[in-house]
């Protein structure tokens, strides 16, 4: 499964030949055909053709038709998968900026015009891997959030010692700052 492997990994938008805003990927939720709260469920459509294409390539929906949700295709071409990128933490910004789907869209400037864009340095967006974890934290699993059909699957994944989590599993409380982890460097640069 590639949602709780993108936890730790950096999303990079270039923004000029030397500037650039860095973001670690502290949540994620994954998405499958093969069960109902997956855009591809009920077949291919229009709107949801970007999810059953290539690998690596952004898939972005309006939720509710006001915020952009980020997505990045996984799996296999012709299979819709996705994974929901839903928080980020960015060094030198408010713990909150990219704390939810819509908050992490807004920041990173991305919308519908954006679908269907193959993440690489040559569009100005792209991956990096992640930090080795040791020292980030333990992973939560947990079950996704916002979603009115297959909830009880737990594809939720985040950081349990970051403070950029959306939202957290009962009973999980918010870590104090002098114990959260926060990201320090421009790794993948």
């Known amino acids: 499964m590639v949602a709780p492997n993108l936890i730790g990994c950096s999303l990079i938008k270039r923004i000029s030949k030397s500037s650039f805003l860095v973001g670690v990927i502290v949540e994620t939720e994954a998405y499958s055909q093969e069960e109902a709260s997956c855009h ?8 949801n053709e970007t999810l059953f294409g290539e690998p690596g390539n952004l898939y972005i929906y309006l939720s509710y038709g006001i915020n952009s949700c980020v997505n990045i295709v996984t799996g296999k071409k012709n299979w819709a998968n996705g994974v929901l990128l839903r928080s ?62 297959a909830k009880d699957i737990p594809w939720r994944w985040y950081l349990k010692s970051s403070r950029s989590v959306s939202k ?22």
């Open 40 to 47: 591809g469920f009920s077949g291919r459509t229009q709107r």
């Open 88 to 149: 980020i933490a960015i060094k030198g910004e408010n713990e909150r900026i990219a704390s939810g789907p819509g908050l992490l869209a807004k920041r990173f400037g991305l919308n519908r015009n954006f679908d269907n864009l193959p993440l690489s340095p040559a569009n100005d967006f792209w991956l990096t891997e992640g930090k080795i974890l040791m020292g980030m934290g333990n992973i939560v699993q947990t079950t996704r959030i916002g979603i009115s059909q």
């Open 168 to 189: 957290r599993a009962k009973g999980d409380r918010i870590p104090p700052k002098n114990k959260c982890w926060s990201p320090s460097t421009f790794e993948g640069l």
